[in-house]
């Protein structure tokens, strides 16, 4: 790959000097990996961009329409106002619009919100955003914590009683989807058996509190949470008890467990440092690809509990069709899926040497 | 138990070992009995699935979980100490292995946790067995890989997949001697590498037998590392050590018809290929073994007797056995023939 170092430094022209930068931008992992992350998010955004504007209804026309009906001024003033309140070159063709939304892309702007005039889409993304990362982050550690240290056991005493009612629940578990799994949560407990007020526990903390570090505050949010995050537990604690069980399963047969016990070392050595540690390997890479989609997996749980989360959000966008939230939230879920996937690229040779990518080749 | 004499490390007295599956039981060990000697080499061989490998992990107890052990003692002594391994509480067996009696397995490849550097894999093995002090963990281990010629400083800070198959099997020869074990068992010990890596492992353990004075039993079916590397050589058939006996006598005046067979079925520098021979026939089904002697049915001596009797190892002369009923013949046979 670096055959062009070979040359002359003499006979080096601009373009090769270019070539030269550019390889060795390539050439790094790091740079490598995160030039095509962004190209892909890119890509993402710009067919994003295009599908909206395929999208049948225009919230243009619509507020166009009711401000000539209402108030029976000209089409041309109407669509003036329409167009300044929404702060965009109504002139503008779909090409130019492009580049001007890249633009402000490149300098972080996510544009303001259609439907509320006003109100930066950063904004409304800062609000909702860190509760579903709270709730949900909190239910996929839980469950990735008791999914290595059930799916152990499972592999241990595979074939025995233990393990057949594990699996059992972990294939329930996986195969319930998680709305399914809170519609249950507010039906049963909360309905029938009456364990918790469901209305109580709308939004993301009582009404009249101060958000901030204060224990009425963190209580009442924690109060909130706790059922849309005991939800994304038990739907995703399955996945992890089955990955766990494969994984150890697989490890058990390893020779080096084998060694490992006629070295005479300590059971909890052998457990922990030697099956525990080779099994969790391939489920961190599974954990921190899943951070990416700890956005988009709570949408439809939290319309059913009313938590107010990025997927409350990007539900009330679709609705009313605020394209600009929308586009924002979509561009925060791609890159969150995306930049999790990095991650997961760069972080798995700190947890397994044989993958640790040296600079060179 | 006490009447070991003081020389003996270890012996195995009349093991009988089963394997319960679904089709029955698989009599994988009958009747073994041996002794080795401090600072013996002993080498079973015999063909796959002959049952050496489960001789050498009752060893250490390391059989799988569907094996039973029906009868016999393996007695280890050491400082006029002696202990039963099969009577050995988990305690006690968690401290036995590797302090007392090493295996090294066979495939050194994966015998590494490929997490972990190899000073922590040394670290871990003397930590579990109550040394405490790093240094001196550290000094015994670069002593012992520059014995089995590595570059101790780089090994012992490499993880394992940077090393080649043959530094790890030279790394796990090391580590096997880390507690200084009595008995250190090999299987296999050089299958799977090249002949010239075969042959630094062979120099390796001759060199460190002479330094550090422990008995080893290895197991293997080549015929020339046993020759080149054991004092005794006990031939393994369907279970049952069917001949034993000092090196020279196992390969020069062999009495068994199959450890004959063995002798003859690898090609040597002196004959021409078209007198190398093959047993004839495949080794016994060990769930519905033959009756007498399990070797009759693929035996050219088989007579009568043999399928109706089952020799015992009988001393021909000091320390010689072999269990046939036609040594004799095999003897006048083999006169003939040269």
Redesign the interface.
């Known amino acids: 790959m670096a055959h062009h170092q070979q040359q002359s430094r003499a006979h080096l022209t601009l373009s090769d000097r270019l070539y030269d930068i550019a390889s060795n931008v390539y050439n790094n992992y790091t740079a490598r990996v995160f030039l095509i992350a962004i190209i892909t998010i890119w890509a993402v955004m710009t067919f994003t961009f295009a599908l909206v504007r395929l999208m049948p209804g225009n919230p243009l026309d619509v507020l166009i329409e009711q401000i000539l009906t209402a108030e029976g001024v000209s089409y041309q003033e109407a669509y003036d106002r329409v167009a300044a309140s929404f702060n965009i070159d109504s002139d503008a063709t779909t090409l130019d619009q492009y580049f001007q939304w890249l633009g402000d892309l490149l300098r972080l702007d996510l544009g303001t919100s259609i439907t509320s005039p006003g109100t930066k889409v950063i904004d409304e993304i800062a609000r909702f955003l860190p509760w579903t990362v709270f709730a949900v982050g909190t239910g996929l550690l839980i469950s990735f914590v008791l999914g290595i240290f059930a799916g152990m056991p499972m592999a241990y005493y595979r074939g025995s009683k233990l393990d057949h009612i594990l699996s059992f629940f972990s294939s329930f578990s996986t195969g319930v989807p998680n709305y399914i799994w809170g519609l249950l949560i507010i039906i049963v407990p909360g309905i029938a058996w009456r364990w918790f007020d469901i209305g109580a526990l709308r939004g993301t903390y009582d009404a009249g509190l101060t958000p901030g570090l204060n224990a009425e505050f963190i209580l009442s949010a924690l109060e909130h949470a706790a059922l849309p995050v005991f939800t994304y537990v038990i739907a995703i604690l399955g996945t992890w008890m089955l990955s766990m069980k494969s994984s150890t399963t697989g490890v058990l047969n ?3 467990v ?10 909890r ?1 052998v457990i922990s ?2 099956v525990g ?2 099994a969790a ?1 391939p489920l961190f890479t599974q954990l921190t690809i899943s951070i990416g989609f700890v956005l988009s997996s709570g949408v439809v749980v939290e319309e059913i509990f009313v938590y107010w989360g990025i997927g409350h959000h990007l539900f009330q966008s679709i609705t009313v069709r605020d394209y600009t939230s929308l586009q924002g939230v979509v561009l925060l879920l791609t890159a969150a899926i995306v930049f999790s996937n990095l991650f997961a690229d760069l972080t798995y040779g700190l ?4 993958v640790r990518v040296s600079g060179e080749k | 138990m006490s009447a070991l004499s003081p020389e003996i490390v270890l012996r195995v007295d009349d093991l009988s070992i089963v394997y319960r599956t679904e089709r029955g039981d698989v009599r994988a060990t009958n009747h073994v009995s041996f002794e080795l000697k401090r600072g013996e080499a002993m080498a079973l061989i015999g063909e796959s699935g002959s049952g050496k490998t489960t001789i050498s992990l009752a060893l250490i107890r390391k059989l799988p979980k569907n094996a039973v052990v029906t009868s016999g003692q393996i007695l280890y002594q050491r400082e006029n100490r002696v202990q039963d391994v099969l009577g050995l509480s988990r305690r006690q067996l968690r401290s036995f292995r590797w302090n007392d009696c090493a295996m090294v397995f066979q495939g050194a490849q994966n015998a590494f946790n490929p997490v972990l550097k190899i000073r922590k894999q040394f670290e871990d093995t003397a930590r579990a067995h109550g040394w405490t002090d790093k240094g001196a963990i550290r000094k015994r281990a670069l002593s012992l890989l520059e014995l089995v010629r590595l570059d101790p400083e780089r090994v012992y800070d490499s993880f394992p997949h940077e090393l080649s198959g043959g530094m790890k099997q030279r790394t796990l020869l090391a580590l096997g001697v880390l507690l200084n074990p009595q008995v250190v068992i090999l299987d296999e010990p050089t299958t799977a590498l090249d002949i010239l890596t075969q042959r630094a492992i062979i120099d390796v353990l001759n060199d460190m037998q002479r330094q550090l004075l422990f008995s080893i039993i290895f197991i293997s079916h080549d015929l020339s590392l046993a020759a080149e590397m054991a004092d005794t050589v006990a031939t393994v058939y369907a279970g049952e050590i069917v001949e034993i006996g000092g090196v020279d006598e196992i390969f020069y005046r062999s009495l068994h018809p199959y450890t004959y067979g063995l002798l003859t079925s690898v090609p040597t520098l002196e004959h021409a290929q078209d007198v190398l021979q093959s047993i004839p026939g495949s080794p016994p089904n060990l769930i519905a073994p033959p009756s007498g002697c399990k070797f009759h049915p693929r035996c050219s001596f088989a007579s009568d007797q043999c399928q109706l009797e089952s020799p015992l190892l009988q001393l021909d002369d000091e320390t010689h056995l072999a269990a046939c009923w036609h040594k004799d013949r095999l003897l006048a046979s083999r006169k003939e023939g040269v």
């Open positions: 390893e020779d080096y084998n060694v490992a016990e006629a070295r005479g070392l300590k059971e050595t440092s030697y540690r080779n390997l947890l397994d040497p044989r």
